[in-house]
């Protein structure tokens, strides 16, 4: 079966994802790392290059060639990847497990703030405006996020105590 994870950025995902993987002895994939390899390129030079439309489509594409080609392991996603190209309906359409993983807005900005420079999206916005960005773009993903099929809220949980919940929501399903 495979897993995917969704969430805003900083949620986890990629970390929880790959304790996850190790713990169910199967594979792990970072979206994002996946489209930097297929691409020959970063994620930030995409964007700076191509703009966001051309990189959206081909995260959108590259979601569904993995989706369709790979019927097991973990797969992280990107923080927007959820809100384009129906991407959410195809992967409720597809034989996956989604799972948001959710922070509270506090949390998000503890977490991002030290992140900042490796962050695109958030790099030019000052500390204080962290919160009410967050906040605003939370607010327009949120409607994609909530149709995961799971939520686990990860607020105040370590890396363990989440893959912990994921084992036991696993063990539910089944």
Not at 11 to 32: E, H, I, M, P, W
Not at 40 to 69: A, P, Q, Y
Not at 77 to 96: E, I, Q
Request: charged share 25%; proline share 3%.
């Amino acid at each position: 079966m495979m897993i995917v994870l969704i969430g805003y950025m900083g949620s986890g995902k990629s970390t929880v994802g790959r304790v996850f993987a190790q713990k169910l002895d199967t594979t792990f994939t970072d979206l994002d790392e996946r489209i930097e390899n297929e691409s020959n390129t970063t994620i930030s030079e995409l964007f700076k290059t191509h703009g966001t439309i051309h990189f959206r489509k081909l995260e959108s594409k590259v979601l569904r060639d993995f989706v369709e080609n790979n019927s097991e392991g973990v797969l992280a996603l990107g923080g927007g990847t959820p809100c384009y190209a129906n991407n959410m309906d195809f992967l409720n359409a597809s034989k996956v497990i989604t799972i948001y993983l959710k922070l509270s807005i506090p949390e998000l900005v503890k977490r991002l703030r030290s992140q900042k420079a490796h962050r695109p999206l958030i790099q030019n916005i000052s500390d204080a405006e962290l919160p009410e960005f967050i906040g605003k773009h939370l607010f327009e993903r949120s409607p994609f996020y909530n149709q995961a099929q799971y939520t686990i809220n990860c607020n105040y949980k370590t890396v363990e105590e989440v893959v912990l919940e994921l084992e036991n929501l696993l063990r539910q399903v089944d």
